[in-house]
């Protein structure tokens, strides 16, 4: 029984909710208007999620957040269909307009500028890099033994932003006997760690000044100089090691001695199954002038030693009264492989005298035991079999 008035409480709330709406004379039947209203307030309660979301994101926005009411600059996405290189080029365009580079830059350009900022921007223009480099003196043996040990910053010399730098040490004022260390292409942070030696006596060691200077290599041109580091070593402490580093100053308004000689470029190719190697002098400029006319008559000579044995001797024409003469005459060798890392070239360029002898203006020695550019140069002779590879050389002093 009490099951049975259980069961029917429902119906009866359902069917006065029924009467009730009905007593109310609305023209729509109930289930349509229950459908009305619940589809009311879906509609109010989505509208009412979508305010509170739009009100939190503006919240962010204002402490940095980057929220949604921040999203009007949307035109910025058409830059991924800019490319990389047009707009590499147009910047560059406008730097050149408005930015010379540093070298141009000159101390004073305006009159109204202090004494102070005029020093700042020298100082920075004349920022070549800095050295660092190792010092010990044997008493016993009386060596100097002189460590190129890296550079930073070196300034860069080459339209791709880098440098291919190498440094030459000697001992100045009597700079005949000079070391150069290898080329480290494309860096401005180059690591050497090359140690050389320089036999000479105490006495005589304090009144020198150990000299490096530094290079940027060019295949097909002469070696641009970029700075040196001068080290007195009358006030260098040898009774212990040196571990030091240096700023690479300005190069002396002097042209150096040995460009002052000049340039000659020739090819070199080698052979192997042949045996053959092939010498090409394309060209010298910038000769030392020799005559009183201040003119040279230069032809160029190259030696062929196996070990300390020259093997074979051979020339150029004679090209007169010129500085810069052109040849493109081409030598052959007969060098076999097993005997290539003993061979040594020496090309010297030599004034023709009519009467007397003729005087030497400079050399290039070449090998697998020489240094710096002439070790570059060989190297990759050696490493390009039957590929003719030219380059350029300054001229060096015949010790």
């Not at 190792?134 to 791709?160: H, I, P, R, W």
């Not at 060019?218 to 580093?245: C, E, M, T």
């Not at 074979?312 to 492989?337: A, C, I, M, Q």
Request: glycine share 6%.
């Amino acid at each position: 029984m009490a099951g049975n008035v259980t069961s029917s409480a429902p119906p009866s709330k359902m069917n006065f909710i029924i009467t009730f709406y009905d007593s109310l004379g609305i023209p729509v039947p109930f289930w349509a208007a229950v459908a009305i209203l619940s589809a009311g307030f879906l509609f109010i309660l989505i509208v009412f999620i979508l305010i509170c979301c739009k009100c939190c994101c503006c919240r962010k926005s204002r402490g940095g957040g980057g929220g949604c009411c921040r999203r009007k600059p949307r035109p910025v996405s058409r830059k991924a269909t800019v490319k990389t290189k047009d707009v590499q080029a147009l910047g560059q365009a406008y730097k050149e307009k408005v930015q010379p580079d540093l070298e141009e830059l000159k101390p004073n350009m305006e009159d109204n500028e202090g004494s102070s900022s005029s020093s700042l921007g020298r100082s920075y223009v004349e920022f070549l890099g800095k050295l660092h480099y190792k010092l010990d003196y044997n008493f016993q043996t009386t060596e100097l033994s002189v460590g190129v040990v890296e550079c930073e910053s070196v300034k860069a010399m080459d339209s791709g932003g880098t440098s291919d730098p190498y440094i030459r040490v000697c001992l100045a004022p009597d700079d005949r006997r000079k070391f150069e260390t290898k080329v480290q292409e494309k860096t401005l942070n180059p690591k050497f760690n090359e140690t050389f030696s320089f036999e000479i006596s105490y006495s005589e060691l304090i009144g020198k000044t150990l000299v490096f200077k530094l290079y940027d290599f060019d295949r097909f041109s002469a070696s641009g100089n970029i700075g040196q580091v001068k080290v007195p070593l009358n006030s260098v402490d040898f009774g212990h090691s040196v571990d030091r580093w240096a700023e690479v100053q300005s190069p002396d308004s002097d042209p150096d001695k040995d460009s002052s000689l000049g340039d000659v470029c020739f090819s070199l190719r080698y052979v192997p199954t042949a045996g053959k190697l092939t010498a090409i002098i394309l060209e010298a400029k910038n000769l030392k002038k020799m005559d009183v006319t201040g003119l040279s008559d230069p032809y160029v000579k190259m030696s062929l030693f196996v070990g300390t044995k020259r093997v074979k001797k051979k020339k150029t024409t004679v090209k007169r009264k010129t500085l810069n003469p052109y040849y493109n005459e081409s030598f052959t060798f007969d060098v076999r492989f097993e005997e290539i890392e003993s061979v040594t070239l020496v090309v010297t360029v030599v004034d023709y005298d009519l009467i007397g002898s003729s005087d030497p203006i400079g050399q290039v020695t070449l090998g697998c035991r020489s240094t710096g550019n002439s070790l570059k140069h060989w190297s990759e002779m050696l490493a390009n079999p039957r590929r003719p590879i030219a380059m350029w050389h300054t001229l060096r002093s015949i010790s």
